[in-house]
């Protein structure tokens, strides 16, 4: 196994993606060390790495702290660099710290590894946000960049630090831009991760699903595991080296139907179509499915778990473990 006796670093590794991509790097052998702020509205939980935290080192400390992450950061092999600001909301009402984590902080982790560790690889969990409204569907890497939102713009940046440093200075990095990621660990509490999460512990909890305005609204979602497999694959691609690639999924759903989708799988549950907010409507792109070509041709990647499966997976996932991720034990 490629990761086997390698040291790897995940910054965000109590996250969703983070420990779900930790499992997958503790099962092919590897040394891995989790970062995480455990800051309680951005998603780390110590419950998601239950099963097998004896085999990981777990820092609690926040990316922003330059000092730490320069120790953190020597003699890794690779560092997978998920820990980010991601509710487009919440980059709304506090911009500055939205820029703090997502790109100051990404500026300076790209800085202790060209002074400490130049040889590192990096993959960069980057967002399908900072394209905005579509032009065109469906929407490649050559699409016009036009955020909505000050997520968007400082997502953006830290991308774009990570690929000048591979340009300029030699480090290997490359970025991804994720879709709507979904499946076990993710946030249900509320929306600031991704409406699904919502979507899921409102249907568990017996009460209507909300979905904003017609919901005609086309999307394309890929299940963790998909995710991480391809963070796994760009890891140890040269040919990943300085590109940036977009997720996404063949299967592309409108909202409504997500939810009838949902509703169909045998846990109960209803919708009903609500108007949307006026602070969500000024930032909300319309249809959006990615193409996801590149990645396909040049790292061999596609997803594999179809939607009904992993939303499936999902609900019964969350139905068990509920208490562990809104507190409830009924």
Known sequence: MKYTNAKV?????????????????????????????????????????????????????DVRDPFAMAYLLQGKDYLFNLAGQTSHMDSMTDPQTDLDINATAQLSILEACRKANPDIKIVFA??????????????????????????????????????????????????????????????????????????????????????????????DFNYVDDCVDALLLAGTSDAANGKVYNLGSAEVVGLKVL????????????????????????????????????IAKELNWEPKVNLKSGLHRTITYYQTHRRHYWGETT
């Open 259 to 294: 939810a009838e989708t949902l509703i169909s799988l045998g846990h109960g549950g209803s919708f009903e179509l609500v108007p949307f907010p006026a602070e969500r409507k000024v930032i909300d792109i319309g249809d959006y499915y990615s193409d996801f070509s590149l």
């Open 126 to 219: 980057s967002t399908r946000q900072l394209y905005g409204k579509p032009d065109y569907l469906p929407v490649d890497e050559k699409h016009p960049i036009r955020p909505v939102d000050v997520n968007g713009i400082n997502k953006l940046a830290g991308e774009w630090y990570h690929i000048l440093y591979n340009n300029v200075y030699g480090i290997r990095a490359c970025a991804l831009r994720l879709t709507n990621t979904y499946g076990p660990g993710m946030r249900v509490k509320d929306a600031r991760q991704t409406f699904l999460g919502i979507w899921v512990r409102l249907l568990i909890e017996g009460k209507p699903i909300k979905v904003f305005g017609d919901g005609m609204q086309l999307r």
């Open 9 to 61: 670093l995940i910054t965000g590794g109590l996250g969703f993606i983070g420990s779900n991509l930790a499992r997958a790097l503790v099962a092919q052998g590897a040394d891995v060390t989790l970062v995480d702020s455990l800051i309680p509205h951005y998603g780390g939980n110590p419950f998601n790495i239950s099963d097998f935290g004896d085999k990981v080192t777990v820092n609690v400390c």
